[in-house]
C-alpha cells in the first residue's frame, strides 16, 4: 500500500520484494471506501490517507522503482479514483511512469468500455477479477478482456481473510485453467499467506499467488530500517514454495 | 424522460453497476427475480395485503391549514408517510423486498441503516414475515439515533456498530457489501435506498412509488390535477423518488431537498447534487461529495438519514435532464421548521423530513393561496426530539 506506513517504507518494501524474487508487484493506491477489503488493507489505506497520500507520490514512486528495476508493477485501486483522474489522463501518466498494468476490483466487463479503450490506447494490461462463483459464459467474457493476467478470488471474502484452503476454490482455479486454456496466465488471491497456501494452488494449476494483507502485516511489525530484510526473507520462502 | 426499467442499468449516463466479481451471480439473480415477480399477481396482491393491514397504507393527505395560514400563501399538503408503521416510508419498501426474499428462499436478511429507520423497518418486516435480519449502522448514529438500536434488538435483531471512516451511513453500507460478499449464498442484501448497484435503485423506486401514486389520486379530492409543487427531502433519495417518479411526466414543479447543514460554503453539509462531482461509489456512478484526487469526503448534517456523500442515480439524472430542481435547506432552517410544524400542526416531522418542510416554508410565501405544494413528510420526528433539545440548548 502506497505510502504505509510511509512512503519511504513503502520503498524499502518494494526493493525488499525485488531482492526477494518477486515476479510482479501490485502497489496499492489507497481509496477512502475499499468495499473489497478486509481490515488490514482498510487499516493500511485509512492511514495512508491520513497522511495525505495523493496520486503524483504513487507516480513519483513508480518512476523512482523504474530506475531500480525493470520489474512488472500492477496498480490496485477502485474505480472512482481513476475515474475522477479521467481514465485516458491517468494512464497516459502513468504509463510515462512505468506501470504495467491495472487491478480495479470493483470495475466489472460491463462498465468497462471507456476503461478498457484509455488502456489499450497506453498499453497498458487490464487484469480483471474472477470469482469461484463466476458462470462459465462470464468467465470466457472476462478472459476476452484481461490482459496481463487474470486474477482469480480464492475465497467468499474480502481481502486478508485466513482460511483453510477450500475444495471450491480449487475447483474454481481448475475451472479456470480449463477456459484460459494458457492464453493468459491465472494468479489466485486473497486470503493467502503462507508457503503451504501456494505450494497447494501451485499443485492445483495456478500460474501465480498474490499475497496482500500478510505483507502489509509483516511490514506493520517491523521497524523501519529491517523492512526491506524482512520482506525479502518473506518473499524467498514464499517463491521457494512455487517451484 | 421517464426510465421505467433501464436494460443495462443505467438513467442516462448514471447508475449501472460497479461491483466485484463476487456480487455479479447475486446482483444478476435478483434482477431475474425481481423482474419475475414485479408483475407477479401473488407477489402483488401479498405485498398489497402487507401495506394495506400491516403498514397502514394509503396514508392521509393532510391539509396544513394552520401552517398555510401562518405563512400566509399557497396552501401545504403533507403526505403522511410519518404515520406508517415504524414511523416512516421505510417499511414500503423493506415489505417489498422481504418478500421477494423469501420467494428467492434466502434465509438471512442484511441491511445499512443511517438514522435507524431503515433498520427498523427491516426488522419489523423480516419479524412479521419469519426471516432473520442483522443491521449494519455507523458507530457514530448508534450514538444519534440509540432509540431505534434498542427497538431494532427488541425486534429481534442483531446491530452492528460499524467504526470504520466516518461511522455512518457511508460506512455501513460498505461493511454491508463486505458481508454480503463473504455470505453470498444464503443472504440477500436488503438496501434501503434508490443507490447501489443497478436493480436496486429502480427496485426501491419502484416499492416507493406508491407515495406519488397515492399523491396523485388524493390530490383529486382537493380540486386539483395535480399537484403544482412536491417537495420531499433527499440523502439517499429513496422518499422523493417514491414521491417524484409518477409525477416527473406531468407539469408539476418537482424540488428535492439536501442537507446544507452549517451551510453549503462551510464544507460541513450533505449536498450532493447542490455540490458534488460525477464519481463511482457503493456500485454506481452518481454525483458524489469527494476531493481533487477522489476520495470521498466526510458529509454532515443534522439528521443521520441524509448524512450521505452520494445519491441515487435517477436523481443525477433528473437533476441533469433539469426535470428536477434540487436545492438544499441548513440545519438552523431545519430546526425551525421542526419547530413550526410541531407548533402549527402538533405534528412532530423527523429532522430528514424537515428540510422538506423548510423549503415548503420558503417557497409558500412566494405563491399565490390558490397554488397547492404537497410535501411527503417521509418520518415522525420521536427520535430526533433529543438532537433538537441539544441544539436549542447550544444555541442559547
Redesign the interface.
Known sequence: MVGYPSHKDTLSAVRGLIEGGADIIELGFP??????D?PVI?HAS?IS?EKGT??VQFLSLVRQIRKESQIPLVLMT????????GYEKFFKLAKEAGLDGIIT????V??SKEYLKAAKKHNLDTI????????KS?LQE?VKQTTGFLYL?AV???TG?QNKIQSYTISALQNTKKITRGKVPVGIGFGISTPSDIKSYVKHGADAAIVGSALIKLIEKTPSAKIQSAVAKFTRQLKLSTK | MKIKFPK??RFGEFG???????L??AIEELEQSYLKYKNDSDFKKELNYYLTEYAGRPTPLYYAKNLTEKIGGAKIYLKREDLLHGGAHKINNTLGQALLAKRMKKTRIIAETGAGQHGVATAMACAALGLKAEVYMGYKDTIRQKLNVFRMNMLGCEVHAVK??SQTL??AI?EA??DW?????DTYYLLGSAVGPHPYPVMVRDFQAVIGEEIKQQIKDFGKKTPDTVIACVGGGSNAIGTFYPLVDTDTEIIGVEAAGQGLKSGHHSATLSAG???????M?TY?L?DS????QETHSISAGLDYPGVGPEHSYFKDQKRIQYVSATDKEVIDAFLMLTRTEGIIPALESSHAIAEAIKLAKKKPKSDTIVVTLSGRGDKDVEVVQDYIKNSK
Do not use: C, W
Not at chain 2, 181 to 185: A, D, P, R
Not at chain 2, 277 to 283: A, N, P
Not at chain 2, 293 to 296: A, D, K, M, S
Open positions: 481509496f477512502s471506501d475499499p468495499l473489497a478486509g482498510q485509512t490517507l495523493k496520486m477502485y474505480t472512482n479514483i481513476l475515474y475522477h483522474k476490483p470493483d470495475m466489472t460491463e462498465e480483471f477479477l474472477v470469482s469461484p462463483n463466476t458462470s462470464r472476462i478470488v467468499f471474502g474480502t481473510v | 443495462d442499468g449501472g453497476k460497479y461491483i466485484p466479481e463476487t455479479v451471480p470504520a471512516g457511508k460506512d460498505n457489501i463486505r460478499i463473504t455470505n453470498v449464498k462531482t460525477k464519481g463511482v461509489l457503493h456500485g456512478m458524489l469527494q484526487e477522489g476520495q470521498i
